[in-house]
DNA sequence: ACGGCATCGGGATACGGTTCCCGAGCCGAC
DNA sequence: GTCGGCTCGGGAACCGTATCCCGATGCCGT
């Protein structure tokens, strides 16, 4: 006697067919009530297909639909951390404006692995996602164009298409988008402000040596000080993974070896929280002894005190950058199968200093 | 005379019957050789197909895989705000997990929106996933016990299942999860630390009314109190919401109407972060004239100056808890359609005081 | 030499929707 | 009165994969 048209027992699977059954209409009638297609229905149908939706609690299954070619558009967001503030605020722009549109995120993190990056990236693939999104800063290898090239390319032919976010654009005619921030720029300007306020011996604590992000912010400093006429000293370099030890290891040695600079130019705040840590271990004042920037404005930075004067960067807005740029292109699709000449697009956002209370001119001028 | 030959033409889906036709097989002999069953298959066969899986560049469609039965599980993660540091460690824990078992993270975030929530809870329905995790403490309305349960019954008719992660575990038989974790010892510990320095003035910060952390830890501080005999002095407590700006309003506000206190215990490391930056602009030191406790332990915590003594909670074993959680049970769902009787659970891990700088006795003791 | 078993490939079907296409009913207009 | 057009419902053909079931082949033992 336990037949399924009892409804009560039907556990499981709630079909569409349970529906029409229970509704007394097809199966395609359920379909175009629910799918909010234009199609016409009738209200006495329309209404009856909902009171069984509710009774039954149907909701209808999404890898189906996804395979008779509806189904939501998903974004893939792919993360090296997601604990990093800057991630994370990218993460939240690319999220929110994927809601904002109806589309779903799907988040994969990496763990700075090249290895699960490309796992990930064939997992998102079988996914049939509509955007993949590629976050944080990259090891600008040859292979890492190559690499980059071929998912591009990939995803391309499956209809998805591959957005880059704070990473190394991509040479040649590669169908992706990178969305970036001026960078180099930001660097030059903070560095500018402690030039300009009359430091002269600058401690420099760009990061991890072959990272594209590090790269570019000491570009950036060492251009300032060809514009200010001032040498440019490699021995207060320090170089270090972008984390508060590093921050605080580098301080502490420079303290040892070189300890006439009068400030620290750091390549992130979180670094220069650890800078201020050591400084202050030492028995030195900041700003009054030493000063201090960072770079990022996350929160952190005006959590610290002094408040970090750093380098805003748009994180949340690259993200819904990011998500825009990949919604406009997948609408364009539609039109020809013969690729635009736009194949590949390069965002650049803006940056600029945030003057908080981290800086002050050094002592023997004041 | 590297062609693609007949590939450039398959531009669109790649399906397994393309692979089937060019390498002279069945589509389900590709099926065989793809989804490592154990159906054995020869070596001639294997080879031939992987080869044109490769020349393709196929990847199976998740979507058709779902429907057919196979399929990757998926667990869904809803969350307030992607942006807090305890939620992107639990978030972590829970994505770490789910990686490690080969399973995908979708991610969702409801910005404090009941609404919003049940709508996601919906959409994750609709995609299937074996567990949905909600993170983030709620508002303990009656309401809220009412739509959980919905929630969870829901979830588990259709197979999946609810994890509730430092959220009120639910009333009654409902099929879901809680991971907790000690929250008001955790309040009690960190101000008996306070009290046992000699404290006896302690401004408390607990954060929002409404908010069951908040009321967690208020009773733990409360309790504390009274095992050491001191009268709690509710005009010492201060509302308002978890973020670093009520901290600095708070402090700011008491310094002109109780200003004879000697301790912060703010209800979270933002808020002390907020708290020690309102002390530090009246031009008191910390924790030399003031002393001031966080909550949470996240990584801001050892990042301030002094470094935040706190109530360190396992928000990433969390994650991980609630993962392993949502996996037994879905093993375990396969014996019997019959109910077991531990249909709810509530797994609790504890918490600790991490004693760092920020906590000194009160200076007229000294 | 022959039956039987193990090995392996293929056709057919199911998964749960969406949508094309057709047809029935109804109304208004000539 | 008839015909055309419009409204709306249903049958059926997909979407791409996994798997059941059956048949073919080859090898071994007796």
């Not at 079988?126 to 390319?153: K, N, S, W």
């Not at 040649?172 to 500018?192: C, R």
């Not at 760009?206 to 790269?215: C, D, I, M, V």
Request: hydrophobic share 40%; net charge neutral; glycine share 10%.
């Amino acid at each position: 006697m336990n037949q399924r048209k009892t409804t009560s027992d039907v556990v499981g699977r709630v079909t569409i067919r349970d529906v029409a059954e229970r509704a007394g209409v097809s199966a395609a009638s359920v379909s175009r009530v629910l799918s909010s297609s234009n199609y016409p229905v009738s209200d006495t149908v329309r209404s009856r297909v909902m009171q069984v939706v509710r009774d039954l609690d149907y909701v209808t299954n999404a890898h189906a639909r996804s395979l008779a070619g509806a189904g939501t558009p998903t974004v893939a967001i792919l993360i090296n951390n997601v604990t990093s503030a800057a991630f994370a605020h990218i993460a939240k722009g690319v999220e929110g404006a994927a809601t904002l549109r109806g589309w779903l995120s799907l988040v994969g993190t990496t763990g700075d692995d090249p290895e699960r990056e490309l796992a990930l990236v064939n997992l998102m693939r079988q996914q049939g996602v509509a955007a993949v999104v590629l976050l944080g800063g990259a090891y600008d290898y040859d292979e890492y164009q190559l690499r980059m090239a071929r998912f591009a390319r990939s995803l391309d032919a499956a209809g998805s298409h591959l957005v880059l976010v704070g990473r190394p654009s991509l040479q040649g005619d590669v169908p992706a988008t990178t969305v970036d921030y001026d960078n180099e720029s930001g660097a030059y300007a903070m560095a500018g402000h402690l030039l300009s306020a009359g430091h002269r011996r600058i401690l420099a604590l760009p990061g991890p040596a072959e990272l594209s992000t590090a790269q570019g912010r000491l570009n950036g400093a060492r251009r300032a000080f060809e514009a200010y006429g001032v040498p440019f000293d490699r021995g207060l370099v320090r170089r270090g993974p972008y984390d508060d030890a590093y921050g605080y290891a580098a301080v502490e040695a420079a303290l040892h070896e070189t300890p006439d600079f009068t400030a620290v130019l750091a390549g992130t705040d979180v670094v220069a929280a650890g800078a201020m840590q050591a400084l202050r271990a030492a028995g030195l004042r900041v700003p009054e002894d030493v000063s201090i920037t960072g770079y990022d404005d996350i929160p952190l930075a005006s959590q610290l005190t002094p408040q970090l004067t750093t380098v805003h960067v748009p994180y949340e807005e690259m993200g819904r950058v990011a998500l825009r740029a990949a919604a406009d292109r997948r609408k364009g699709a539609g039109a020809a199968a013969g690729r635009k000449s736009s194949d590949s697009e390069h965002l650049v956002l803006g940056t600029h200093v945030v003057v908080r209370d981290s800086v002050r001119p050094p002592k023997r001028l004041r």
